[in-house]
């Protein structure tokens, strides 16, 4: 009876165990998903105006950093992003080339074994 106990106990440690590791790597993709939006955001309020502000340098930021994001909520997926963002797949992958998104850098982000 001792040995049915203690392999229950093990059992129930290891589930207890798997389920902390589960909710550790869900903490770790919402918080590098905060760290990004927040990077973003300040990115949003801190226009440098100087002498005269580039209109278009300023439009290819906020495209680059609007697809980025919506990449990641649709968690790579560019025909999600494209209805996301309701655009043509087409037109979502001219711009991942224009800007020479890394697509692929951008989705490393959520993997928890890089935080």
Not at 43 to 62: A, G, H, N, P
Not at 63 to 71: G, H, P, V, W
Not at 90 to 95: D, R
Request: charge should be positive.
């Amino acid at each position: 009876m001792n040995r049915k106990n203690d392999l229950q106990s093990i059992a129930k440690h290891k589930r207890g165990e798997a389920e902390w590791n589960r909710e550790v790597n869900e903490l770790r993709q919402t918080t590098l998903l905060l760290w990004h939006d927040l990077l973003t955001l300040e990115s949003y309020y801190c226009l440098e105006i100087q002498d005269r502000v580039d209109f278009f340098e300023e439009v290819r930021k906020f495209e680059t950093r609007l697809i980025k994001r919506a990449l990641l909520h649709a968690g790579g997926s560019q025909r999600k992003t494209a209805r996301l963002l309701g655009i043509n797949p087409q037109t979502l992958n001219s711009k991942i080339k224009r800007y020479r998104i890394p697509v692929e850098a951008v989705l490393h982000k959520l993997t928890p074994a890089n935080s």
